[in-house]
């Protein structure tokens, strides 16, 4: 089957369910029908989409279409089709007459005439109609034949989003932002459904898109490892400057960086907070038959048997790095009934059994015994054992990085964490997530602040390593001395 292969990228996963219809459109109260007889069937796309801009598509909004088959390698190239208010369209767009012709089908958004994009530039403006035009989107499907049924195509975010939210301590109102350092163009395989971000390019600032003037704005950027500078000037004149660590922004995830400013300095903080645009959720890790982690790890891994911490036995297993893990979350609380400062529960209100599942939440003190993270101590804290069982620590990034590299296909299912809540101490509450999250024990401190570095399992099977504010709470699990 022909696919459509136009440059080399890479990108995460976010899924917008669409629907392609296929047929003679019907008036008034007649339905879509089609015999093996016809021929020559009009071609319709009526999509559901999330969008960075809003839940649906606009009236006049154009998408790209191109369809290839066995027979013809290229029957529709870079068709644009245009939204209607119910469906896209284009006068005089048919089916090939060949019903039992399977075909691939590839669509992108925003459409651009002078071909199937290879490349893709953000705004740097995006104040106004940049940020819009910067949020790109595609979709494939494969294996279809002409029909009047409905047909589904996954729609995918290919770039990242950043919100800014400022709290304004200063005497004066803000007049202009900019966000720094980023690299504004990315190379597009469409038929792959990446983009790859082309770093040998210098980075720039831009302009973010207002939600409301001094207080939140958002902008699009692609996906890529970056070390973000925010940049803020006001009505007394000054420009405030502020430096963030590094940090990886990936494929269709929105991320939040709070901001403080006052007449004397700014803060930044790039939140932890991390949330899909849109997300179906995970798939529990205990099936219909009352079967739960440790026996999904007996047969995705070499099963040992279990450790024991403060009474609670944790099922451990030996993963294809060859260490050994904790296969669940840690819920050791050293003060024994009440919980230790730097220890929360997974949820408000967890039940036992809830505690037992997720395990509980700690923040990177309290975990490892630091009272500060500093230039001076990291090294020593890194690795240590903390809360764990003797002979046993928590991870460090490194130990996190040979983990995910033994598992390119995904890790066994029964092995991600499940993180439903993490807690936010700057605004005192729990932070839903989509995505399993566990602590390291390397901390990421400069001159400003200090971080630690956290895994992420996103649903989709991919991970990554991020850093987060150190006073945030997050789950945990241990790793056997080698």
Request: aromatic share 8%; glycine share 6%; with cysteine.
């Amino acid at each position: 089957m022909q696919r459509f292969i136009y440059s080399k990228g890479s990108i995460g996963m976010l899924l917008v369910a669409v629907t392609v219809l296929f047929g003679a459109c019907k008036t008034g109260s007649e339905a879509w029908e089609q015999t093996e007889s016809q021929r020559n069937l009009p071609l319709y796309i009526a999509p559901e989409i999330s969008r960075v801009v809003g839940t649906t598509f606009s009236e006049g909004d154009q998408i790209g279409l191109s369809i290839a088959n066995s027979e013809d390698s290229a029957y529709l190239t870079n068709r644009k089709l245009i939204y209607n208010g119910s469906y896209f369209t284009a006068e005089g767009l048919l089916w090939y007459d060949n019903i039992n012709l399977k075909a691939d089908l590839m669509a992108y958004y925003p459409y651009n005439a002078s071909g199937v994009p290879e490349s893709f530039r953000i705004a740097e403006d995006q104040s106004a109609e940049g940020y819009e035009a910067s949020d790109l989107l595609a979709a494939t499907a494969t294996g279809i034949t002409p029909t009047a049924s409905p047909v589904k195509m996954t729609f995918h975010h290919l770039l990242s989003r950043i919100e800014i939210q400022i709290e304004n301590l200063s005497s004066a109102e803000i007049t202009s932002i900019k966000v720094g350092g980023v690299r504004p163009e990315a190379d597009i395989d469409l038929d792959a459904l990446k983009a790859s971000v082309r770093s040998s390019l210098p980075a720039q600032e831009i302009t973010p898109h207002a939600v409301t003037a001094g207080e939140h704005y958002r902008v699009v950027v692609v996906p890529q490892e970056l070390a973000l500078t925010i940049r803020i000037t006001t009505s007394h004149g000054k420009q405030y400057d502020y430096n963030m660590v590094q940090t990886t922004l990936l494929p269709a995830t929105s991320y939040t960086i709070e901001v403080s400013l006052t007449d004397l300095d700014l803060e930044a903080v790039l939140s932890a907070d991390i949330e899909e645009w849109t997300s179906g959720g995970k798939i529990p890790q205990e099936d219909a038959s009352g079967n739960g982690i440790k026996d999904e790890v007996e047969n995705d891994s070499s099963s040992e048997e279990t450790i024991s911490l403060g009474g609670v036995e944790y099922a451990i297993c030996t993963m294809a790095d060859g260490r050994v893990w904790m296969a669940e979350n840690l819920r050791y609380n050293p003060s024994g009934e009440s919980l230790a400062e730097g220890i929360l529960l997974p949820k408000e209100e967890a039940t036992e059994e809830e505690v037992a599942q997720y395990g509980l939440l700690y923040t990177i003190h309290t975990i490892l015994g630091v009272e500060e993270i500093t230039t001076d101590n990291a090294a020593a804290i890194e690795g240590t054992q903390g809360l764990c069982p003797e002979g046993w620590h928590l991870p460090t990034e490194a130990e996190f990085r040979s983990l995910f590299a033994a598992y390119p296909d995904g890790l066994p299912a029964a092995f991600v964490p499940e993180t439903p809540y993490t807690y936010s101490t700057s605004n005192s509450k729990y932070v839903s997530s989509s995505d399993g999250l566990l602590l390291t024990s390397t901390p990421t401190p400069n001159a400003r602040a200090s971080r630690i570095q956290v895994a992420i399992f996103y649903s989709d099977g991919a991970t990554s390593i991020t850093h987060i504010d150190n006073k945030n709470l997050f789950p945990a699990r241990c790793i056997r001395d080698e």
